[in-house]
């Protein structure tokens, strides 16, 4: 009885399309400033001038849905403001054509409103949408109760 072994087939990777390739651009340079703590960089340089961001709910002085450039640095410039951050990470984006998903975790106490003082762990899921090197769209997935 002769025993052969056989390879598994090979299987190469299909070159990235150029769509692909432009969206994992706008990710990669995303987690890049969201590592160094420049959040609002990103949104100067990354978002388009229509952009817009859908939380998962509506909270105490958080809209579900913020639309334009200038509201979503107005909303993160706020956030800053009434919160001290302990520790924040940002996952791998996984890119699919003109979108990505971006997992992101942050360790951080409120510093005004309902939740003030309150130690909290969020971990949320956003879903981003590129197109022409901008970001058009944030949607953002977490828990309840975070």
Do not use: W
Not at 134 to 140: A, L
């Amino acid at each position: 009885m002769s025993t052969t072994t056989s390879k598994p087939p090979s299987f190469e990777m299909p070159p990235m399309s150029a769509e692909h390739q432009a969206t994992q651009k706008v990710a990669d340079r995303l987690v890049e400033l969201m590592n160094l703590g420049k959040n609002l960089d990103a949104i100067k340089d990354l978002y388009a001038d229509h952009a817009r961001h859908v939380e998962a709910m509506e909270g105490p002085g958080c809209p579900r849905i913020t639309e334009g450039r200038a509201n979503l640095l107005q909303k993160a410039e706020q956030f800053h403001k009434s919160t001290i951050v302990h520790s924040a990470s940002v996952g791998k984006p996984i890119v699919n054509g003109d979108q990505f998903v971006l997992p992101m975790s942050m360790d951080c106490t409120c510093t005004e409103g309902p939740m003030a003082n309150q130690r909290m762990n969020m971990t949320e899921t956003a879903l981003y949408t590129v197109k022409n090197g901008k970001i058009t769209e944030g949607k953002f997935f977490y828990g309840c109760g975070m």
